[in-house]
Nanobody, 126 residues
C-alpha cells in the first residue's frame, strides 16, 4: 500500500517562497508518476505540477515559471518549490500517485491518480 506524507506548508506573504515535500517509499518516488494538486475552499481539486515515471515535468499554466517539481531520490522525496507566491495560490496542497505509469506528459487530471496524501495548508497573504 503506497503512502504519501506531505510537509512544508505554512503562511507566507505574496512574493515569498515555500518548499513542499512528499515522502514515500523508494519504489514510488523513483518509478511512479507523481503530482501535486491543490484545492481551495469551494473549488475543485486542481493539478499544479506532475512528473512522469521518466522524470518529464508538466505544469499548469497558472504556475509555469514560478513552481518547480523535482525528485530527491536520495531522500525518497517529491519536492514542489514554489516561488513568487500569490494570494490565489492559497489552498491545501496534496501529493498524489498515478494509477498507471506515464512516460510522456504526466497528466494533471485528478481522476488519473488513485493514491493521495493527507494535504498541507499553504496560505499566501497580500
Amino acid at each position: 500500500q503506497v503512502q504519501l506524507v506531505e510537509s512544508g506548508g505554512g503562511s507566507v506573504q505574496a512574493g515569498g517562497s515555500l518548499r513542499l515535500s512528499c515522502t514515500s517509499d523508494e519504489y514510488t518516488i523513483r518509478r511512479k508518476t507523481l503530482a501535486w494538486f491543490r484545492q481551495a475552499p469551494g473549488q475543485e481539486r486542481e493539478g499544479v505540477a506532475a512528473m512522469s515515471s521518466n522524470a518529464n515535468a508538466n505544469y499548469a499554466n497558472s504556475v509555469k515559471g514560478r513552481f518547480s517539481i523535482a525528485k530527491d531520490d536520495a531522500r525518497n522525496t517529491l519536492i514542489l518549490q514554489m516561488n513568487s507566491l500569490r494570494p490565489e495560490d492559497t489552498a491545501i496542497y496534496y501529493c498524489a500517485c498515478a494509477a498507471a505509469d506515464w512516460y510522456g506528459t504526466a497528466p494533471l487530471r485528478a481522476s488519473d491518480y488513485n493514491t493521495w496524501g493527507q494535504g498541507t495548508q499553504v496560505t499566501v497573504s497580500s
